[in-house]
């Protein structure tokens, strides 16, 4: 992408009612997620998600390799989030802006041990599971696997979404299942 041409920020609605994925046409990051829900971790992190959380109604911040996903309370205005959210990244961005403070590539995607077994749960997750969440504004990551259990964060889109549970049943726990046999079940931690 030609970084002389103007930033667009287009609007993407998700299945989340409460969250807004904005796509832009540019690299924002280059590997994982920074996922913020509080401002005050804004304030430490991230210049751009600082900004976002000045705006009346905005909950929560996840920023993407190409993407900000933007929650809101459920008191807040979606017209005033969103006229304020685009432009604010937009802004942020043109400007050249940082979007995190600190080492980017410092962003975990994953916890957990090494296990062969915890290998292959994050190898799925990253190569099938993650960009198909991403498509929608959100993230997935690995927690922990404890006695058949895999313990996965949902963030941005997927956080609180009504088909989040549909997701993690249907979608997630199915496809892990049928891949490993130690799989029994997946929950959202």
């Known amino acids: 992408m030609n970084t002389s041409e103007p930033v667009y920020v287009s609007l993407e609605f998700t299945?989340?009612?409460?969250?807004?994925?904005?796509?832009?046409?540019?690299?924002?990051l280059s590997q994982g997620v920074a996922?913020?829900?509080?401002?005050?971790?804004?304030?430490q992190r991230s210049p751009l998600a600082n900004a976002l959380f000045g705006v009346p109604g905005i909950c929560g911040v996840m920023i993407g390799r190409d993407f900000v996903t933007v929650t809101k309370t459920d008191g807040g205005?979606?017209?005033v989030v969103h006229k304020n959210a685009s432009s604010l990244i937009q802004m942020h961005i043109s400007g050249g802006e940082p979007v995190l403070t600190g080492d980017p590539a410092a962003l975990q995607a994953h916890k957990g041990g090494d296990s062969e077994i915890e290998r292959k749960i994050r190898d799925i997750l990253d190569r099938e599971i993650?960009?198909?969440?991403?498509?929608?504004?959100?993230?997935?990551?690995?927690?922990?696997?404890e006695d058949g259990v895999v313990y996965l964060y949902?963030?941005?889109s997927c956080s609180g979404c009504p088909s989040s549970s549909m997701t993690l049943k249907q979608g997630i726990e199915?496809?892990?299942?049928?891949?490993?046999p130690e799989v029994d079940e997946v929950v959202s931690v």
């Open 130 to 145: 993650r960009p198909a969440v991403a498509m929608d504004g959100g993230d997935i990551t690995f927690d922990r696997f």
């Open 154 to 156: 949902l963030q941005g």
């Open 15 to 28: 299945p989340n009612p409460n969250t807004l994925k904005y796509s832009v046409n540019r690299e924002i």
């Open 77 to 79: 205005d979606w017209d």
């Open 174 to 180: 199915t496809r892990l299942r049928a891949a490993i």
């Open 35 to 43: 996922n913020f829900v509080d401002a005050v971790d804004a304030r």
